[in-house]
């Protein structure tokens, strides 16, 4: 059973950090993409960042926010930095079985994590 715990969320004033974690179990975790995605109320969810062999970002939280993983800890991590109140929003991870390509797609990925809510108190 492929699961995705995600955690490190919480309450933040504007301009404060956060580290994220996401914790893999149930693949072969080097053998997968992973991407960070977020959503907030009444809106589509959202890229932010994936990590295969290269390390990707949206435009939107690039050189705000960065992406690192640690397979001997199958877990992945997004630090979130100068954080705003528009950055409010339920933060997800997700898997995808291709360890080389880029995916910015929520459509693409197999699986998500449960998701850790982020609140940027202005």
């Known amino acids: 059973q492929v699961q995705l715990d995600e955690s490190g969320g919480g309450l933040v004033q504007a301009g404060g950090s956060l580290r994220l974690s996401c914790a893999a179990s149930?693949?072969?975790?080097?053998?997968?993409?992973m991407g960070w995605f977020r959503q907030a109320p009444g809106k589509e969810r959202e890229f932010l960042a994936g990590?295969?062999?290269?390390?990707y970002y949206a435009d939107s939280v690039k050189g705000r926010f960065t992406m690192s993983r640690d397979n001997a800890k199958n877990t992945v991590y997004l630090q979130l930095n100068s954080l705003k109140p528009e950055d409010t929003a339920v933060y997800y991870c997700?898997?995808?079985?291709?360890?080389?390509?880029?995916?910015?797609?929520?459509?693409?990925?197999?699986?998500w994590g449960q998701g850790t809510q982020v609140t940027v108190s202005s």
């Open positions: 997700a898997a995808v079985g291709d360890p080389s390509g880029e995916y910015d797609i929520d459509t693409e990925y197999d699986y």
């Open positions: 990590i295969s062999w290269t390390t």
């Open positions: 149930g693949i072969t975790f080097s053998s997968y993409a």
